[in-house]
């Protein structure tokens, strides 16, 4: 349970990076708010359809696999967007990669969870569940902090290091 937890807050990063980021990569590209949010409409897409096929994938293989390609997707999503040179790259960067990576981190590690507990299943899942809601507390700060001191890209850089370093162990 608690593993389900770590691993639904750095995964869930996803959801909350962009919006964070969202002034910083406006004014680089300059484009009105319209167009600097397509990432978040992407990853919200990409988080959608990933969510079904991380499902499939979790009904299948077990959670690991599911994981794992969550891990390598937002990794490279992030090393993407953090490299990218045109506002597309980093739309598209976030709804095929970063969406689609956080995912497997809600849907199903919740659907796995409820697999492990036959007494307070219910209580379980809550828990797993509250990791998502825990990383909308913790991400946003740090990555405004990242991004006030290093700048967008690294920040971007930065996040997807880290999870490859620290959800592939788990």
Known sequence: LTAAVVLSTIGSV???????????????????????????????????????????????????VPIIVSTLALGAGYIAVGNAATLWQVAIAHGLLIGFGCSATFGPLMADISHWFTRRRGIAVAIAAAGNYLAGTIWPPVVQ?????????????????FCLATMLPL
Request: overall charge neutral; charged content about 10%.
């Open 14 to 64: 996803g959801m909350w990076s962009v919006v964070v980021a969202l002034p910083a990569i406006q004014a680089e590209f300059g484009v009105d708010r319209a167009a600097a949010s397509m990432p978040y409409t992407l990853t919200m897409l990409g988080f959608a359809a990933g969510g079904v096929v991380m499902g499939r994938l979790a009904d299948r293989f077990g959670i690991t």
């Open 145 to 161: 902090h990242f991004i006030a001191s290093d700048g967008w890209r690294a920040t971007y850089i930065g996040i997807g290091l």
